[in-house]
């Protein structure tokens, strides 16, 4: 509930606005007549709004809108007054009244003017403020750029902790988009490791012919065009952590070589037969079951078992959609800045059809639809017309209901919304990939999977 409170030396005006607020069931009312006790009852407690008279003896209303600029208080103030002067309508203004109203006011348009004025206030709360991480956390500070409350994501946090104070390799789960790099990059920060260097590999973002040259490096005259010496990546992890990405993309000879790595902490550039050795943690991450893979051949059981020595589970957006709206200012917030906007809110029109859709491509999903509406984005608020047209069709499927429509697979859901992402796009696969959040390389196999071409 939002706390307000009323300062009015007549008494007979505090009753009618305590009971009249009340009411609405919505606001946590306290009153006060001695307006001599308002600069202590505002500073020793939090109130979300102030109603405020001006004619009050000893400390007038001027005086406490003084004292609230002046000691920074953050709380919203409406004057609400019997004193219909312009002169000090502009002073109480000046120091920071949101609007003067006369009594009696209309109690429809005072509480119009409530809720608009506490919805602003949250809405600007929620671009300010930094999300704190569980307070249980010992290295909190690790997971500062993974905005969310959700007790999930804070039960994954803390095992986390545990494993990443160990030297074991580590396998991430979960949907594309959904954070894998920011625990990889969270795990790297906490270990022993973390003087030493962070490598990001996306192994679905290669060709598997050149995934070798660019993993293992390369000696001079190894193929056509290998001028010079090439380190690989996996030597510029060496003390530090290689973070493998889409790590059931890999082929299976190069799963070979991975699985060297892993054992014998060796490896051998291509055009050498001379074997380096090599100290990094590997943590590698897929959107792929793993399990199914290795039935069909296309993962080698041995290099899993290795890899999974230990396993965290990130649980897709639509599990955790009370991190929506967190999300959806935080991006707003990052665009804005980006593209020299100044938007101040999303309305409730646009923030419904955010909250309600399924988001296949998770989180970088939703960062793309926020980047989009804020460069269309023409007022200071996000619309729900800002919204790009492929979402904006599946908020009114959600909004005509489910009760006609067959039950359909996790598969089914992705193919189709590949198809309308593709159709969005006019067919270009690199765009429809950056709006799903997956590589090229991915969407060209669920293209060819799901017989989209």
């Known amino acids: 509930m939002n706390k307000i409170l009323v300062i009015d030396d007549d008494q007979a005006v505090l009753n009618y606005l ?27 407690n939090h109130y979300d709004l102030l109603l405020l008279d001006m004619d009050m003896p000893e400390v ?56 608009t004025a506490l919805e602003s206030r949250n809405n600007q709360q929620m671009i300010d ?15 500062k750029d993974i905005v969310t409350q959700h ?9 986390v902790e545990k494993m990443a104070q160990t030297d074991s390799s580590i396998l991430i789960w979960g949907e594309s988009g959904t954070g894998k790099e920011l625990i990889a990059r969270a795990i790297h920060k906490i270990s022993k490791r973390n003087k030493e260097s962070f490598v990001a590999v996306n192994a679905g973002a290669f060709a598997n012919e050149l995934f070798s040259s660019e993993f293992f490096g390369h000696n001079q005259g190894a193929f056509t065009g290998a001028t010079t010496l090439k380190r690989g990546l996996i030597e510029e992890a060496d003390k530090g952590t290689l973070f493998l990405d889409e790590i059931g993309e890999l082929a299976l000879p190069i799963q070979i070589k991975l699985l060297r790595v892993l054992q014998e ?16 943690r590997i943590l590698a991450a897929t959107n792929k079951n793993l399990h199914e893979e290795i039935k069909k051949g296309n993962f080698r059981k041995d290099l899993f078992y290795r890899l999974n020595m230990n396993s965290i589970y990130l649980p897709p957006l ?16 990052k665009f804005c800045v980006v593209n020299d906007k100044k938007i101040d809110r999303i309305s409730d029109a646009a923030m419904k059809p955010l909250t309600h859709h399924d988001y296949p491509g998770n989180i970088r999903e939703l960062m793309n639809v926020i980047n989009s509406a804020v460069i269309i984005e023409s007022t200071n608020e996000i619309r729900k017309k800002s919204l790009p047209n492929y979402f904006l069709e599946s908020a009114t499927s959600l909004d ?27 067919g270009n696969k690199s765009k429809a990939a950056q709006v799903l959040g997956i ?15």
Do not use: C, W
């Not at 007038?60 to 002067?85: A, F, P």
């Not at 639509?318 to 959806?328: S, T």
């Open 18 to 44: 305590n009971i009249f607020l009340l009411q609405a069931g919505t606001f946590d009312v306290t009153t006060l007549s001695n307006s001599t006790k308002a600069f202590d009852v505002l500073k020793s």
């Open 60 to 115: 007038t209303g001027l005086d406490i809108l003084k004292k609230i600029q002046e000691n920074s208080i953050d709380v919203v103030t409406v004057v609400l007054t019997g004193v219909e002067d312009i002169a000090l309508a502009v002073s109480a203004m000046k120091f920071g009244a949101i609007e003067y109203l006369i009594k009696p006011v209309d109690n429809e348009r005072l509480l119009n003017l409530i809720n």
């Open 129 to 143: 403020r930094e999300v704190p991480v569980s307070p249980g956390l010992k290295f909190g500070d690790a997971f």
């Open 151 to 159: 007790e999930k994501m804070n039960a994954i946090f803390s095992n």
């Open 265 to 280: 902490g060796e490896f051998f550039r291509l055009g050498s037969t001379k074997h380096q050795k090599v100290d990094a």
């Open 318 to 333: 639509r599990e955790r959609k009370g991190d929506i709206p967190l999300l959806a200012y935080h991006f707003l917030k």
């Open 400 to 426: 005509e209901g489910f009760a006609d429509l067959p039950l359909k697979s996790m598969s089914d859901v992705e193919k189709d919304h590949i198809k309308k992402i593709l159709g969005y796009t006019d």
């Open 439 to 453: 590589s090229r390389i991915t969407l060209l196999s669920k293209v060819k999977k799901y017989k989209l071409e």
